[in-house]
């Protein structure tokens, strides 16, 4: 028997089912979803389907055109910091120093 979390309306939430749901009530509580994608933009149902397979994603990617390089190479905004401090930096603190594993 699967527990299912009720929002205050008392619906079951999207995340609740797709933890615990089967499969078809997966799908079924996404539909209204899906359909609005498709009014919004009707290219990407196909984009939805195709891409969730390599050979569809392989055929894209040799399609698609190169990605353009920078016709001038800007000035960094770091001008004066020493890379490898700012990587032992990040190795020891992480992101945030503050952060603390528990």
């Known amino acids: 028997m699967t527990v299912m979390n009720p929002d205050k ?23 209204p979803t899906y359909l609005s994608d498709i009014r919004e933009n009707p290219a990407w149902l196909p984009m939805f389907m195709l891409a969730r397979t390599m050979p ?9 055109k ?11 905004m770091f001008a004066g910091v020493n890379c490898q401090d700012v990587v032992d930096a990040l190795r020891m603190d992480g992101l945030f120093p503050g952060l603390v594993k528990m």
Request: charged share 30%; net charge positive; hydrophobic share 40%.
């Open 66 to 76: 190169p990605v353009r390089r920078s016709q001038r190479a800007q000035d960094t």
């Open 9 to 31: 309306a008392g619906a079951a939430s999207l995340e609740t089912i797709a933890r615990n749901g089967s499969m078809l009530r997966r799908i079924a509580v996404r539909i």
């Open 56 to 64: 569809a994603r392989r055929m894209h990617w040799r399609g698609a």
